[in-house]
Antibody
């Protein structure tokens, strides 16, 4: 069974940092692209970042967020720096249906990041 | 980035109704269009990929189609109680972008 489990969310002050993790299981980690999608409270879905054959970032987070993956632990991470109020959202980890095509076929349950003083 | 525009933003319908949600891309995206369903407090669920490819386990009352390479439709042939949710389209032609969502409510 494919599983993605996010962790690391919480309350952080503006300008602060947080590291999100996504533990995966049930599939061959290296065979799939993985990404982060966020959803601000009461809003729609916004793609944030992807790690497939290379890394990609939304313009809104470029230079502040860094995506990485650890194949030895089957884990995807997202380092969030210089956080802003508008980064407040539930962050979902999602798997690509293959290596490169951004069809998100499995999702985690999400982890809430709240940026507030 | 490719803008995705869904219509309508919200929709009220009754059990048994046939419902159509549309999604227009800001440019040609071939058939790289996916549909997701999201229920309150839950992660999105992939329903249809590549415009019309129904995912395993998704009821056959859901279908997707394309008109050209920039206009797409999600159809629910006979609404069931469990279908009331928010639906999103998403293009996978380039860097992924989502539509703003369509909230399907009970009339």
């Amino acid at each position: 069974e494919v599983q993605l489990v996010e962790s690391g969310g919480g309350l952080v002050q503006p300008g602060g940092s947080l590291r999100l993790s996504c533990a995966t299981s049930g599939f061959t980690f290296s065979n799939y692209g993985l990404g982060w999608v966020r959803q601000a409270p009461g809003k729609g879905l916004e793609w944030v970042s992807t790690f497939s054959t290379r890394t990609y970032y939304a313009d809104s987070v470029k230079g502040r967020f860094t995506i990485s993956r650890d194949s030895s632990k089957n884990t995807l991470s997202l380092q969030l720096n210089n956080l802003r109020a508008e980064d407040t959202a539930v962050y979902y980890c999602a798997r690509y249906q293959n290596t490169v095509t951004s069809i998100f076929d499995y999702w985690g349950q999400g982890t809430l990041v709240t940026v507030s003083s | 980035d490719i803008q995705m525009t869904q219509s309508p933003s919200s929709l009220s319908a009754s059990i048994g109704d046939r419902v159509t949600i549309t999604c227009r891309a800001g440019q040609s995206i071939d058939n790289y269009l996916n549909w997701y369903q999201q229920k309150p407090g839950k992660a999105p669920k992939l329903l249809i990929s590549d415009a019309s490819n129904l995912q395993g386990g998704v009821p056959s009352r859901f279908s997707g189609s394309a008109s050209g390479t920039d206009f797409f439709t999600l159809t629910i042939s006979s609404l069931q109680a469990e279908d009331f949710a928010i639906y999103y389209c998403q293009q996978s032609y380039t860097i992924p972008t989502f539509g703003q969502g369509t909230k399907l409510e009970i009339k």
